[in-house]
Every structure is written in structure tokens, then in C-alpha cells.
């Protein structure tokens, strides 16, 4: 029995359970990295939006900044030639626009607040972070290159959507990618039993299913739009035989191995809930059935029409 809605043995797909959609090979957003112990690791590339956000917010942070440095500078020196304070101007911008990113990047291993704000980081290619020669190569090319006059980032933008791992030209350089390690987190739908398996699921003999297998056949079902097509396939197919060894009986002939474990942990979720509401009430009768007599009980006085 597949996971992915072919039924055990016989490879036929059964029409009354639409199969759900398995992942790609390589997940979209997922780049496969390769790390200095030649491990290979699957990590989500930060993409040309949230890293346009986070470059906007940055650019924020330095106009505060540079106007802040540059109103200091003018206080402290006072300079009375033009040239004098064309200079200095200019020296604190450049400052400002090269030292924010390197010094961000350097400090806090590769982000700066865009970055923290929209949960991106800069790594090196091999998944290491960063140290001062990749962020101040990033910085600089991004300074002298990707952001001047009329070309406002349209370098970085062109490279980021012809490179795979959305790369600008100061990570091409530098040897580094940014990467997404804050994803938000998906709601998923608990397991139910599918119609087909409605009367089936009230024969099943659940004694022998321990709480180990029934959480990593939930987490299996909570993670199945994110796996590869041959570990969907692997993970699926060792639960489903795992659970059939301890679940009896036998689920009906083309019962895919999606829906065999959504069933069985909706049953096994539905009898523990009716277990512990039939404890409750064994636990406190007077509250099970509330009964009408000579009065509601010590304290309420008389019913109605009792007076």
C-alpha cells in the first residue's frame, strides 16, 4: 500500500480516493548545499520579494542613520568651505552605505535588521557563516555596482532572477547566498477518516498501537507536502506495514496508505477523547445527568411548583 494512493500489490490507483499531490524531487524554494563535511543539506533560499523588503527596510535604517551621522558631523565640525563640506558629506555617506551592511553582517553572522526583520541570513555557499571579507565584498559591490545613480538595484535584481539560488552580484562574488530560516508555520488539518472507511474503522483493534508509532505517522502526515517523491514513497510505505503488523483488521482492498493512517489516527483520536469524557463523568455522577425530584439538591430549594 503507497502513501501515494496506489493500493498494496496491485499498483491500480482506486478511484474513490483522490490521491493528494506529492512534492517535487527538489521541494520549490529548497536548495540543495553542500557542507565542508561533503554533507548535503536541503535549505530555503530567501527569494527576490522578501529579500526586496528587507533591502528596502535597510535602506530605511541607513537614510536615519546617515541623516543622524551627517547632522553630527556638521555640529561637531562646522566647516566653512564648500568643498570642505561637500567632503565630509560625501566621507559619511560612503561610510554609512558600505560600513551599515559589512558591520550588520559581520557582527550578528549575516544579517542586518531587514534581514532580522523578514527572518533572512547570509551564509556562505558550503552553509558556514560569514566572516568580514564576505560581508565587506558583499558591501562593497552592492555599494559601488548594483545600487548607483540611475541603475537604483536593477543589477541585483536582474542577477537574483537568472541565478537559481537568487543571487546578487555581491553574493556571486563573496561566495555566499541568503537563505529563509524563519518560515511561518502552517496549520495543517487533523487526520479523519475518509467516507469509504466509516464502518470499517469501528471494527479496528487498536490495543496494540503504541503512542510512538501514532506520533511519527501523524508528523508523516503533517510533513507529506514537503517531501521528496522517493521519501514520501519510503517513509509511507515502512509506517503503513509498521501499522498493519499492530492494527487489525486488514483495511478494505485499494485503500491508499495516506488515507489507512489518517483513519486509523482519527479512530484512535476519537476513542481516547470518548474514554476520557466517560472518565470525567464516572468521576463526578452528579454532574453526568442532571435528574428532577423533590428539589434541584442541598442548597438550590424547592423545583418548580414544589413550594
Aim: hydrophobic share 45%; glycine share 10%.
Amino acid at each position: 500500500m503507497s502513501p501515494s494512493g496506489r493500493s498494496a500489490g496491485t499498483g491500480a490507483v482506486d478511484p474513490t480516493y483522490p490521491a493528494p499531490r506529492t512534492a517535487p524531487a527538489v521541494p520549490v524554494g529548497v536548495e540543495t548545499i553542500i557542507t565542508g563535511e561533503a554533507v548535503a543539506i536541503d535549505l530555503r533560499v530567501a527569494r527576490l520579494g522578501s529579500r526586496l523588503v528587507a533591502g528596502l527596510l535597510d535602506l530605511l535604517a541607513q537614510f536615519y542613520l546617515l541623516s543622524l551621522l551627517v547632522t553630527l558631523v556638521l555640529l561637531a565640525v562646522r566647516p566653512d568651505d564648500d568643498a570642505l563640506l561637500s567632503a565630509m558629506v560625501l566621507l559619511t555617506y560612503v561610510t554609512v552605505v558600505i560600513g551599515y551592511p559589512v558591520a550588520c553582517e559581520t557582527l550578528s553572522r549575516g544579517r542586518t535588521l531587514g534581514k532580522m526583520a523578514l527572518g533572512l541570513r547570509v551564509v556562505r555557499d558550503d552553509g558556514g557563516p560569514i566572516g568580514f571579507r564576505h560581508a565587506f565584498v558583499r558591501g562593497l559591490l552592492g555599494a559601488v555596482v548594483e545600487r548607483p545613480g540611475i541603475l537604483f538595484g536593477l543589477p541585483a535584481v536582474v542577477c537574483m532572477i537568472s541565478s537559481r539560488s537568487s543571487k546578487r552580484l555581491g553574493d556571486v562574488f563573496a561566495g555566499t547566498v541568503v537563505l529563509q530560516v524563519s518560515v511561518p508555520r502552517t496549520v495543517s488539518a487533523p487526520p479523519f477518516v475518509p467516507p469509504p472507511l466509516l464502518g470499517w474503522v469501528s471494527l479496528l483493534d487498536l490495543s496494540r498501537l503504541d503512542d510512538s508509532l501514532a506520533l511519527r505517522s501523524r508528523q508523516f502526515l503533517i510533513r507529506a507536502h514537503s517531501l521528496s517523491a522517493p521519501a514520501l514513497e519510503r517513509l509511507g510505505s515502512g509506517l503503513v506495514q509498521e501499522m498493519q503488523a499492530v492494527v487489525t483488521p486488514p483495511p478494505p482492498p485499494g485503500t491508499p496508505g495516506w488515507a489507512y493512517l489518517s483513519a486509523v489516527l482519527a479512530e484512535r483520536s476519537r476513542r481516547s477523547y470518548t474514554r476520557l469524557i466517560s472518565q470525567r463523568q464516572a468521576s463526578r455522577p452528579w454532574a453526568a445527568s442532571p435528574a428532577f425530584g423533590p428539589g434541584f439538591g442541598p442548597g438550590y430549594g424547592a423545583g418548580p411548583g414544589q413550594r
